[in-house]
């Protein structure tokens, strides 16, 4: 219950709209009951034998109702709500006159009819908006949630899983909330309206009704926990289907190399087909529900009507218009009774979905800004890590340890090391991607945990290794995080980084759509926009993840010159992987397992550490077999 009543929470922000649903859920039912009410009174006085009577037998030999005025007395001497209520309403709709009492009835009947459907049409319009409304809102939640929760999630979770969180789990909600919602609201009133009436006709059958019902409730309640454990296991299975699929599609390239589609289909069909088996389960569940409920029904039924027809049978206090209208209305109440179970198993497979979302919802964010944070508006004198350690979660060991080193302003530092020997994580650290486990790293002497977030990260630029672009135009990209910047300022970016040439030879220029990731553009093109991006933002630290590595001669020279551009005048944090690059650097610090083996210039490094001599030499070694034509 907890879950769905975080679900209605979504509803709060409309809770006039959730008002006038329930008046006019009242309404409906009041307007629905009467309708009921009149069609019996219809068929029990229009075509009743007392009309034919009144036409062939002296009024004086009739013991019938024959008049307003025997019908005001039958009010006056009434005993109990019901009679009065029932005498009320034949007073008003019973004339002496057939014809007169069909008009009344079918005006009545109409009128009854048209109000009942206003209400419903009202109130399930008002339904639809608001859960149209609630599920934007979760998505747009969802969303704000992902941008501001730290990069520690995103490696813990596969982008397909948060992807069926957003669209399928959220779809779940939307079910039920389409499908239980309005309902939650008007099957309780029609069920507690029919029982006020029945309670009214006879205490000792709705008393006999009363003890069958909590036998189909409990049943219900028991295959409702059944079914939202299995609801919680096809979703999860839902993800992995996703999970499954998005990886042979962004894959692509390599699975048509390595031949590898029979392998990838049989994967998927595997994964698929434990979706079936997880499904079929659920709703085998699902479906046992009706029967059982309607069998528990028939069980109701058959006994009131063994014990109801006995007491008209032997005249025991119940007339049979009055057992008829009992039954009509108990029968009106097994609707409602009905659509309250499957509310349950609609609950019970949406509460399973919102389970996933709302374990999204509850993470904790990253902390933007500490009660003391200042506004860092520029970079002074220096970067400082202040004995540093690192780890990812409490139980793991330390992946950075005891780094302690200062980068002065305008200063180009370069980190090197075996593969998995922290660097990125080092730079990481800076821009608070993760929080520092101990240790603090300071810019002019302040820590960056006491630095605003936004301010921290206007003061830094990235250009990575993976260029990151978006389904945009040329423009969009270059200008993305400065949407107002004048064209001129573009295109100086773009000039700055060797981008222009092959701007300008785009089939729309600026406005040209580069498509997904940049799927339109090369390697070398897609960096020079990175490049020009970083140049836009004009960030006085900048931090290159080796942006050339993966480029081919004429591409890392373009690209290489648009970096010397970009560098000159900045304070540059490179992870390096080809050494040649680096050797002008007026600091390298050389990385083994996550701590700092040694610190220096390209020659006194060489001459020190046997790492970085190793690494260079390697690379030199690889350079010449590269370089050596072949045979």
Not at 369 to 378: F, G, N, Q, R, S
Not at 501 to 510: A, N, P, R
Not at 545 to 553: F, K, V
Request: aromatic fraction near 10%; hydrophobic fraction near 45%.
């Amino acid at each position: 219950m907890k879950l769905y009543m975080q679900v209605l929470g979504f509803i709060k922000p409309y809770w006039k709209g959730i008002v006038l649903i329930i008046v006019l859920t009242f309404s409906y039912v009041i307007f629905n009951n009467l309708s009921i009410w009149i069609s019996i009174d219809f068929v029990r006085e229009l075509f009743s034998p007392a009309y034919v009577q009144q036409q062939s037998v002296p009024p004086d030999s009739v013991q019938v109702v024959s008049s307003a005025d025997e019908l005001q007395d039958i009010v006056k001497n009434s005993q109990g709500i019901y009679q009065k209520l029932n005498s009320k309403i034949k007073s008003f709709i019973i004339r002496k006159d057939r014809l007169e009492t069909l008009k009344i009835v079918c005006l009545v009947i109409f009128l009854a009819f048209l109000m009942k459907n206003v209400s419903q049409y009202s109130r399930k319009l008002l339904l639809i908006f608001i859960q149209a409304r609630v599920v934007v809102d979760i998505r747009n939640k969802l969303q704000r949630k992902f941008l501001h929760l730290p990069l520690s999630f995103f490696h813990q979770h596969h982008s397909g899983t948060l992807t069926s969180i957003v669209f399928n789990d959220v779809n779940a909600i939307q079910q039920v909330l389409n499908q239980s919602f309005g309902k939650i609201i008007l099957s309780p009133l029609q069920i507690i309206a029919n029982i006020i009436i029945l309670l009214m006709i006879s205490v000792k059958l709705s008393l006999i009704t009363f003890i069958i019902l909590p036998i189909s409730f409990f049943v219900i309640y028991k295959i409702g926990q059944s079914i939202r454990r299995r609801s919680r296991r096809v979703f999860q299975q839902v993800a992995d289907v996703v999970l499954a699929f998005q990886e042979s599609i962004s894959a692509i390239n390599i699975v048509k190399i390595f031949t590898s589609e029979k392998r990838e289909e049989e994967r998927f069909k595997k994964t698929n087909f434990q979706y079936f088996q997880k499904l079929f389960r659920a709703e085998r569940i699902k479906i046992a529900t009706t029967p059982i409920n309607e069998i528990l029904l028939v069980l109701t039924l058959v006994t009131l009507l063994w014990i109801g027809g006995r007491m008209v049978y032997q005249n025991e206090g119940l007339q049979p218009e009055d057992f008829v209208r009992f039954l009509v209305f108990l029968f009106a109440m097994f609707k409602p009774i009905q659509e309250f179970s499957g509310i349950n198993n609609v609950m019970q497979t949406g509460l399973a979905a919102a389970e996933r979302v709302f374990n999204v919802l509850d993470q904790p964010e990253e902390t933007y800004d500490a009660p003391d944070a200042i506004e860092l508006k520029e970079f002074k004198k220096e970067i400082k890590y202040d004995h540093v350690y690192f780890k990812y979660n409490n139980e793991d060991e330390f992946e950075l340890q005891d780094l302690h080193f200062t980068i002065k302003k305008g200063e180009t530092v370069a980190f090197v090391g075996h593969s998995g020997a922290g660097k990125t994580t080092i730079v990481d650290l800076l821009p608070r991607f993760y929080p520092v486990s101990a240790g603090r790293i300071t810019i002019d002497g302040i820590d960056i945990n006491r630095i605003k977030l936004f301010s921290l990260r206007k003061l830094i630029g990235l250009v990575s290794q993976e260029t990151v672009l978006f389904n945009d135009t040329i423009r969009g990209n270059i200008a993305y995080g400065h949407p107002d910047a004048s064209e001129e300022a573009i295109i100086k970016a773009a000039k700055a980084a060797n981008a222009w040439d092959f701007i300008q030879q785009s089939e729309l220029g600026l406005d040209t759509h580069i498509g997904e990731r940049g799927v339109k553009l090369s390697g070398g093109q897609k960096q020079r926009l990175a490049i020009a991006r970083a140049i836009l933002k004009n960030p006085p630290i900048l931090i290159l993840d080796e942006a050339t590595s993966a480029l081919d001669t004429e591409s890392e020279r373009l690209v290489q010159e648009a970096l010397d551009h970009l560098m000159q005048s900045r304070t540059v944090l490179v992870i390096a992987h080809r050494l040649s690059t680096i050797r002008n650097a007026n600091k390298i610090i050389v990385m083994h397992h996550g701590k700092i083996d040694a610190i220096g210039t390209h020659t006194e490094l060489y001459e020190k550490s046997s790492i970085y001599r190793t690494l260079y030499e390697n690379q030199l070694l690889i350079g010449e077999i590269k370089k050596k034509p072949a045979s």
